[in-house]
């Protein structure tokens, strides 16, 4: 018997300001990263998190995994503040 049920997580990703240094731009890069059971709780901490004045920017985003295959979705995005990567980066 097979498990078909995808799980998805809630997660909120902070970024902090990286200096510029031989043969690396200047930017940003990811601080932490937190999990929660529901959207409004990781939208909720990104913005509190952005507010912070170490924080660069912030994230919130769901991906879905495939418990069978163990196959991640690229991530849905639901909000971001501050100064953040590109897509591209992530």
Known sequence: MSDDTSKTHYICQTYIEK???????A???IDKQFQYTTAEE???RAERASQSPDCAG???YMIVEDPSSGEISPPTF???IGNVPE???F
């Open 27 to 29: 930017g940003v890069k």
């Open 87 to 89: 897509f591209d980066d």
């Open 58 to 60: 912030a994230d919130a």
């Open 78 to 80: 639901l909000v971001r």
């Open 42 to 44: 990781a939208k909720s």
């Open 19 to 25: 200096k510029r240094t031989k043969g690396a731009p």
